[in-house]
């Protein structure tokens, strides 16, 4: 179904995710809404409100639609708008989810409470998404308040100087389950993170990670996805 979401407008896009249910939350929808996805597509832009990944340079993509708007769901809890909600996105590309996620903590003038850190370990998109954000006058807002925070490093390390973090995104399909982005959760906090299955056929699955307030683990295995993997920057 969820090719059928593709749209000639980025509205057109979020509100056909929203009408077959793809969204359900009015916040993520809105989020979604306010950052025009075709800012983020620099390598195919007449096909940046198709519901499919698109390249991005660097051997990398930018994720289809209707997973982004799954990891906004799903971490939604997590993410309190103004409320100083700390959010962490690895594998930032070309800074598309950043900005939305940024979006919901901050709400959508960039003004509450929030902090959203973009990592990749690719320098050559960091500076592209900090290029992307700032074709925006909110996009613009949120750097120089700094309330948006992109580097360049292995993301698989996360980012511990800036945690710990109430949700956590990855954007790329990681070999393990990184003890150090589960150390990095806040208490409570949330992962969404796509994971090479262990039955050596490739296959690839959310899970979800929750850490409690008592700093207990437990992890759900969700859907079955296909992410370009999470790996050293090329050489």
């Not at 150090?180 to 969404?192: A, K, T, Y």
């Amino acid at each position: 179904m969820a090719w059928r979401c593709s749209g000639r407008t980025n509205a057109e896009l979020i509100q056909n995710l929203y009408t077959r249910g793809l969204i359900t939350s009015p916040l993520v929808r809105d989020a979604m809404s306010s950052v025009d996805r075709a800012h983020y597509c620099p390598s195919s832009p007449n096909a940046a409100y198709e519901d499919s990944p698109q390249p991005i340079g660097f051997g990398a993509t930018i994720s289809a639609p209707h997973m982004h708007a799954s990891a906004c769901e799903s971490l939604l809890p997590f993410m309190p708008e103004g409320k100083g909600a700390k959010v962490l996105d690895i594998g930032s590309g070309s800074g598309y989810l950043t900005h939305v996620l940024a979006n919901i903590v901050c709400g959508a003038d960039g003004k509450g409470d929030g902090k959203v850190v973009g990592i990749d370990h690719i320098k050559g998109l960091t500076d592209m998404a900090r290029q992307n954000m700032q074709r925006s006058k909110e996009g613009r807002l949120l750097l120089e308040t700094g309330k948006v925070e992109l580097i360049t490093g292995d993301g698989r390390k996360g980012y511990a100087e800036g945690g710990p973090y109430h949700a956590i995104h990855v954007g790329a399909a990681a070999k393990e389950m990184h003890q150090s982005l589960i150390e990095q959760l806040e208490r409570p906090g949330r992962m969404f993170i796509p994971v090479e299955d262990e039955d050596g056929w490739g296959s690839q699955w959310i899970w979800v990670v929750d850490k409690d307030k008592d700093g207990k683990v437990s992890r759900k295995k969700d859907m079955g996805v296909r992410y370009v993997p999470l790996t050293d920057a090329p050489t």
